[in-house]
């Protein structure tokens, strides 16, 4: 699986689907969307881990029932 996902991934993003819920989202190269989660956003705590001038790293703990 990690090779796939190195020669595949051609991105991943975070994106509110509604004012209640986030989700995951991995594009493959070929352009296919794959939504790996949705979850209630009072579900997940974030945490900044580092910020530089042009990255920010932010770690996410994802709790609560599917």
Known sequence: ???WLNKNLSGLSIYMVNE???GL???VRN???V???R???ADIQTKV???S???VEIYLKITGDE
């Open 1 to 3: 699986m990690k090779n």
């Open 20 to 22: 209640h819920q986030l």
């Open 25 to 27: 989202l991995v594009t």
């Open 31 to 33: 352009g296919i969307k």
């Open 35 to 37: 939504v790996l989660l």
């Open 39 to 41: 979850k209630n956003v």
């Open 49 to 51: 881990i580092a910020v």
């Open 53 to 55: 001038q042009d990255t």
